[in-house]
C-alpha cells in the first residue's frame, strides 16, 4: 500500500526518483518529483528536482510541501498561458538527507 499525503489541493506520493510529467486527458496535471530535507539551521526545504528554480520552504513538513506546491502550480500555470516549453531537466543525483516525494498539481 502506497501512503499519500494530501496539502493545498496537492497530492504527495513517496516515489522512486523517475518521475516527469502526466497529463490526464480530464485535466492539464503535473506529476513531478519533490525532494525535501531539514534546512541548515531549523524547519524544511523543498525543491521540484526535475524544474529549476522552484522552492518552498517551512517550519515543519506539511507548509515546506505546500509552499513548493504553490511555487510549482504558479510556475506551471504561467508557463501555460504563456505558451512557453517547460524547461524540464533530468533530476540531480539525490542527496542522503533528502527524501523523494512526488506532488500531483494542476495548472
Known sequence: ????????????????????????????????EIRVSRGEDSGYVAYVATLPGVVGQGADFPSAVKDVAEALQLTLETY???????????????RPDEET???IVNA
Do not use: D, F, H
Open 80 to 94: 501555460v498561458e504563456e505558451k512557453m516549453p517547460i524547461p524540464w531537466r533530468q533530476a540531480p543525483n539525490k
Open 101 to 103: 516525494y512526488q506532488v
Open 1 to 32: 500500500m502506497i501512503e499519500t499525503r494530501e496539502t493545498v489541493g496537492a497530492t504527495i506520493i513517496p516515489v522512486e526518483p523517475s518521475w516527469r510529467t502526466a497529463n490526464p486527458p480530464e485535466a492539464l496535471g503535473y506529476s513531478c
